[in-house]
């Protein structure tokens, strides 16, 4: 075991792409933890996805030795260095306040290129409230288009950073890395807590093994952890006898035990993922801790959408792969629901976007399956009549309108960083969004920060996209949930031959529901097929109908073997015809087509 004064626990905080995981891969390569030849780019990075799209979904911890000499002595000192490589997106949030939990000292990494980004500021300010020492570092200095002095500016602005303590690196080429590894030994403490102490270690987080059952990553506070120890896991009450302890280096390496100040796991034959829990303390069951430790906040959903195979032969296979995606990633949530235009699928509760976008993509290409998604939604709340406050998360859910008193929306406060030339387009673009301006502030006198309120329903969509657009790509938007207020927002369903198809119904808000509902009735117009009788396709909201578009009947030529003659013969085979129709009319059944609603929905997200 290492003692405390030796120790640094740290991560790397960031915006997306600014170098976090390559600046890892250089601490890794320097200090001997891989060899020259082992070294490819985002060693951490072990997912095909997040190699592929050059982003860390997933927080990865790894533990380092790193020898330095003493001042003024030839005499080397080992240290130990714990550092979490945390996401840069705005949907991995809950990733890295876990991090951070984890350490005592933060690098705040910038591009020289790009300067302060929106995920910046958020990081930087989640690191503070956290308590921890920030190590400021300007990145990809080597590029031609580099603006360290105008970054360091930027810096001392937004977030209040000396600029004497600003440290120069190229994580690509290795320049000034040696200095950033000296001023994170003297900036940031060492861990506090003692050995003596009852066993106090906290779970930030978890994954499931098919040999060992659950690995659980842990970060000892105060006392020992050692291999054979009963254990407790102080939320639920549980108890196991530790199979191995071991240390991340980067990959998984037993030792007979952790002491305080040490980041690492254990394996205790757990087979169970829902017996760990995210934030939970672990103790000493024969000398328990009189206290757990403050954990995190449960991570919330804020995004809905259904997921449904193509296949409805393959339902089972989604839930053995659901099942098996949520053992990973507990901020993943998904249960059971039923469509009649889809068949059995399950709704699942996503952090945000990119997040549905990464579970879709993991579960097709991990499980071969083909599937359908719904548009998404997010979480409303809504106040009944009689005083009760209830949670919807599908529109299928919504009680009538009778019964509602007060109808809530989910807001967030969205930070926009974009070129100067840019505000005025922005703030059009969030007032037809709904959005409440809250501040202007001047990064540098060619870049602004532009912070607005917004109901998230808004921001879900192509909020993004439309940013990307207008400011060609220059803009960058990050996003927290402050609450949920008050807001006119109906129920809009739409009626095909007068039957309420539930997977085509949404919430809006009032002022946008015709809009909506127009575009949706002509949409299904064109991807029904005609049948024997007219057909009605209506969007309303409650019992009033607020558009309709009509679908007229296939007609045959009755009179076609009439040759001539009395008009009477005609009238009469006509009347019949009409009379059929009538009757048709009112016992048919209207087939909607699977790819109508496909067509629906993929047409509604790019709108």
Not at 227 to 235: E, L, N, S
Not at 264 to 289: E, W
Request: glycine share 6%.
């Amino acid at each position: 075991m290492t003692p405390t004064e030796r120790i640094r626990n740290f991560c790397i905080i960031a915006h997306i792409d600014h170098g976090k995981s390559t600046l890892a891969d250089q601490f890794l390569l320097r200090t001997g933890t891989i060899s020259p030849r082992e070294f490819r780019e985002q060693v951490l990075d072990d997912m095909d996805i997040e190699r592929e799209r050059g982003i860390t979904i997933q927080m990865h911890p790894v533990t380092i030795y790193y020898s330095c000499s003493r001042p003024g002595t030839s005499d080397a000192i080992t240290y130990e260095l714990n550092l979490i490589d945390t996401p840069g997106h705005a949907d991995f949030n809950y990733e890295v306040s876990r991090s951070l939990a984890a350490c005592e000292g933060a690098i705040l990494l910038v591009d020289a290129t790009q300067g302060v980004q929106a995920q910046t500021v958020h990081n930087a300010f989640l690191a503070m409230e956290a308590g921890l020492v920030i190590v400021p570092v300007v990145n990809k200095i080597d590029l031609p288009i580099a603006r360290p002095e105008e970054t360091v500016l930027e810096m001392e602005h937004s977030l209040a950073i000396d600029p004497k303590e600003v440290l120069f690196c190229s994580a690509k080429t290795g320049q000034g890395v040696d200095e950033v590894m000296r001023a994170l030994l003297e900036r940031i403490p060492p861990p506090t807590g003692t050995a003596e102490a009852p066993l106090r270690a906290l779970v930030f987080n978890s994954h499931f093994d098919t040999y060992r059952g659950v690995v659980v990553y842990v970060r000892v506070k105060e006392g020992i952890l050692r291999r054979g120890q009963r254990i407790r896991f102080m939320r639920t009450g549980r108890e196991y006898e530790v199979q191995e302890v071991g240390q991340f280096r980067p990959a998984m390496k037993p030792c007979e035990a952790l002491g305080p100040g040490q980041v690492g796991y254990l394996t205790a034959i757990i087979k169970n993922i829902q017996d760990v829990r995210i934030g939970d303390t672990v103790t000493d069951a024969h000398r328990p801790a009189p206290e757990p430790l403050p954990g995190y906040k449960e991570p919330k959903p804020m995004v809905y959408s259904g997921l449904y195979p193509v296949n409805n032969a393959d339902f089972e296979a989604l839930r053995e792969a659901l099942a098996r995606l949520s053992l990973n990633d507990s901020s993943f949530t998904w249960q059971p629901e039923t469509s009649e235009g889809l068949g059995f699928g399950f709704r699942c509760g996503f952090l945000g976007m990119l997040h549905r976008e990464i579970i879709q993509e993991r579960i097709e290409r991990e499980s071969g399956l083909e599937l359908v998604h719904t548009a998404p939604n997010v979480t409303y709340e809504i106040v009944l009549r009689n005083g009760e406050t209830i949670q919807v998360k599908t529109p299928q859910d919504v009680p009538d309108a009778g019964q509602i008193a007060e109808f809530r929306e989910p807001i967030v406060r969205i930070n926009f960083i974009i070129p100067a030339e840019n505000i005025g387009a922005i703030m059009q673009l969030c007032v037809e969004k709904r959005g409440t301006f809250i501040r202007t502030e001047y990064l540098s006198p060619t870049r602004a920060m532009l912070v607005f309120e917004m109901p998230l329903a808004e921001v879900i969509y192509d909020l993004y996209d439309k940013l990307k657009s207008i400011t060609r790509g220059y803009g960058t938007m990050d996003y927290e949930f402050i609450g949920y207020r008050p807001a006119d927002l109906v129920k809009l369903d739409i009626l095909v031959h007068g039957k309420r198809v539930d997977a085509l119904s949404t919430i809006v808000h009032r002022s946008q529901a015709e809009r909506r509902g127009r575009a949706l009735v002509k949409k299904l117009r064109r991807e029904i097929a005609r049948h024997q009788f007219e057909i009605a396709i209506q969007a309303a909201i409650g019992s009033r109908v607020i558009a309709r578009e009509t679908i007229a009947p296939l007609r045959k030529n009755v009179t076609a073997k009439c040759y001539g003659g009395d008009i009477t013969r005609k009238r009469k085979l006509w009347a019949r015809q009409a009379e059929g129709k009538k009757r048709l009319k009112q016992v048919g059944q209207v087939e909607i087509p699977q790819e109508a609603f496909l067509a629906v929905l993929s047409e509604d997200e790019e709108n």
